[in-house]
C-alpha cells in the first residue's frame, strides 16, 4: 500500500505541476513562466557553452555596467546536467531542461518525503504527500517553465529538514552527512532565507532536545554544512550587499509580486495550506503543555517564524508552506480516521477556487494568456534580428527573454541590481524631447531600441518614475506614428506588437 501510495502521489505531484503546459509548450518552441527564468536561462547557456564557467557578473542586463548578481552555480549546473542528458534525444534540450528540472527536483521532493513520513499512518502519510502535491504556493515553486532558484530550494530544505528529524530518532553518519551537505547547498544557492531558516532550526532543536541537540552526529553535520560553504566560497568569491532602499526600489517592488507583503492574516495562507492550518497552533500548544511533547516546540517556532515572515513578503511563502507539512504529523497521528477523512475533505477546500481559476481560468485570463503567448512568439521574432553581443533597450519585463534569445545585451533586467537600467529605460520611454535622449543611448551604448504598446509601458514606467506620461511621450510616438520618430532612430523591424529602431550612429 505504502509503494501504490508513493506512485499515486508523484503522479499527482506532476500532474499539479504541469497545468500550464499550454504555456510552456507553443507552435514547437519552449518559452519560460517569468522573466526571472530567462535570466538564469541565459546563466545556463553560458555554462553550456564553456562547461567550467562561473558567472559571477552579468553582462545582458543594466548593460555596459552589467550587475553583481547573488545568483549562485548549483541551479546552472544542475539545469546544464539535464540538458546534456536530454541532447541525444531532443533538439531544444537546453529550453527542455529548464522547463522540466522543476519538475524533476519536486519528484525528488515528494520522494523524500514519503520516505520521512513513512513510520507514520498510512493516512497522515498520504494527507503529508496531497498537501505537497497540491499546495498552490508549493506547485508554483516547483512549477514546469519555471527553473528559478525556489525549486531547488524547496528540495534541499526538505532534504535538510528530513534528514535532521531522522537524525534525532536514528542518528547515523550517513545522516548526518546527507543533512550537511543539503545545508550547505542550501546555503550555497541563497544566503538570504536558508541562512535564516538554519538558525530557527537550531534554536528549535536547542528548544526541544537541550544539550542532546549536540551530539556526535550534529556536529559531523555541522562540519560538513561548513566544508561546503568552503567551497562554495572558493568557487563564488561571494559578495554580500543588501537590499537598495529609496522611493525608486520601493515603487519598483509594488510590481514584483514575490516582494508584496500579505499581512498576517490573509487568505492567502488557508488556499496554500487548507483549513487544517487553523487547528495546529492550537494542537501544537495543547501538546507542548498539556502533554511536554518537547519536538511540538521545534515546529511550533518553525511555523511560528515562517507565518511572520510571510507576512512580510510573499517569497516566505514557500518555507511556511511547508513549515506546516512538517507540523502535520503532531496533529494527524492523533486523529481517528474518521476525523482524518473529514479534514481530507474540509481541510483541501479552500485550493479549490485557487485551482478552479488554473484550470477553468476565465474569458478575460483566456484572452490575455493568449495574448501573452503571441507576445512572446513575436519577440522571438524580433531576437533574430538582434546582432550578437550589441546593446538594446527594451521594457525590463520583456529585456531578459530577448537578450537570451537573441545573445544580445539589455540596458534594463529583472533584478533589483537591474534599477539603474530600469529607471533610465523608464526614462527613455516617458521622454517629451528625443534629443535628449539621444546622450542616454550614447552613453548606454545602446545600438537598437524596442517599442511595444504604448498603455502598458507608460503605465509601469509612469508607476516607477512616479511621474505622469505625456500624451506625446517617446514610447507613442514610436510605436503609434514611426514617421514622427526621432532622426537617429531608423525603422528596421515590425510586428503587429513590437517596432525595433536602430539607432543612428553619431555623425
Not at 42 to 51: G, K, S
Not at 109 to 138: D, E, H, M, N
Not at 385 to 407: I, K, N, V
Not at 410 to 438: D, M
Request: proline share 6%.
Amino acid at each position: 500500500m505504502r509503494w501504490f501510495l508513493l506512485i499515486l502521489s508523484l503522479g499527482f505531484i506532476l500532474a499539479a505541476r504541469i497545468w500550464n503546459s499550454d504555456q510552456v509548450f507553443v507552435d514547437g518552441q519552449i518559452y519560460f513562466v517569468d522573466a526571472d527564468c530567462y535570466s538564469r536561462m541565459t546563466r545556463v547557456a553560458a555554462v553550456l557553452d564553456q562547461p567550467g564557467t562561473v558567472l559571477r557578473h552579468h553582462d545582458f542586463e543594466n548593460w555596459p555596467i552589467g550587475t553583481t548578481p547573488h545568483t549562485t552555480l548549483p541551479l546552472d549546473y544542475l539545469i546544464a546536467c539535464v540538458a546534456v542528458i536530454l541532447k541525444p534525444f531532443f533538439s531544444h534540450s537546453t529550453d527542455l531542461a529548464g522547463a522540466v528540472t522543476p519538475l524533476f527536483l519536486a519528484l525528488a521532493a515528494g520522494f523524500i518525503l514519503w520516505w520521512w513520513a513513512a513510520p507514520f499512518r498510512l493516512t497522515t502519510q498520504l494527507f503529508i504527500l496531497l498537501l505537497f502535491a497540491w499546495s498552490p504556493i508549493l506547485v508554483h515553486g516547483t512549477l514546469l517553465g519555471r527553473p528559478d532558484h525556489q525549486s531547488l530550494l524547496i528540495f534541499l530544505l526538505i532534504l535538510a529538514w528530513t534528514t535532521g528529524q531522522r537524525l534525532h530518532s536514528s542518528p547515523s553518519r550517513t545522516l548526518a552527512l546527507l543533512n550537511g551537505v543539503a545545508w550547505g547547498l542550501a546555503l550555497w544557492t541563497s544566503l538570504f532565507e536558508p541562512a535564516i531558516l538554519l538558525a530557527i532550526t537550531i534554536l528549535g532543536s536547542m528548544a526541544a532536545f537541550g544539550k542532546k541537540t549536540f551530539h556526535r552526529f550534529f556536529a559531523e553535520s555541522a562540519i560538513t554544512t561548513g566544508f561546503v560553504l568552503l567551497i562554495a566560497l572558493a568557487i563564488e568569491h561571494w559578495r554580500i550587499s543588501a537590499l537598495p532602499r529609496g522611493p525608486l526600489f520601493e515603487r519598483w517592488s509594488l510590481s514584483i509580486g514575490e516582494l508584496a507583503a500579505p499581512g498576517l492574516f490573509s487568505s492567502l495562507y488557508l488556499q496554500w495550506n487548507g483549513l487544517i492550518l487553523l487547528a495546529l497552533p492550537a494542537f501544537l500548544f495543547w501538546q507542548i503543555f498539556r502533554h511536554k511533547n518537547r519536538p511540538a516546540i521545534s515546529s511550533l517556532l518553525l511555523l511560528t517564524a515562517t507565518w511572520l515572515l510571510t507576512a512580510t513578503a510573499v517569497r516566505w511563502g514557500y518555507f511556511f508552506a511547508l513549515a506546516v507539512i512538517f507540523a502535520l504529523p503532531f496533529l494527524l497521528e492523533k486523529w481517528t480516521n474518521r476525523w482524518l477523512l473529514a479534514a481530507f475533505f474540509l481541510g483541501f477546500w479552500p485550493m479549490a477556487s485557487e485551482w478552479e481559476t488554473r484550470i477553468f481560468p476565465s474569458q478575460t485570463e483566456r484572452e490575455r494568456l493568449a495574448e501573452q503567448r503571441e507576445d512572446y512568439r513575436q519577440l522571438r521574432q524580433i531576437a533574430t534580428h538582434l546582432p550578437l553581443h550589441d546593446g538594446f533597450l527594451a521594457p525590463w519585463w520583456l529585456s531578459p527573454p530577448l537578450a537570451y534569445w537573441s545573445g544580445a545585451n539589455g540596458l534594463a533586467g529583472s533584478s533589483h541590481q537591474s534599477l539603474p537600467g530600469i529607471e533610465a529605460t523608464a526614462q527613455f520611454y516617458l521622454s517629451r524631447f528625443p534629443e535628449k535622449t539621444r546622450g542616454l543611448l550614447q552613453h548606454r551604448q545602446i545600438s537598437w531600441v524596442l517599442a511595444y504598446e504604448p498603455s502598458r509601458v507608460l503605465s509601469t514606467s509612469s508607476s516607477l518614475l512616479g511621474i505622469s506620461a505625456a500624451n506625446d511621450a517617446l514610447a507613442i510616438i514610436l510605436y503609434e506614428q514611426p514617421q514622427r520618430a526621432p532622426s537617429f532612430l531608423k525603422l528596421a523591424h515590425e510586428t503587429s506588437f513590437f517596432k525595433l529602431y536602430r539607432v543612428a550612429p553619431t555623425p
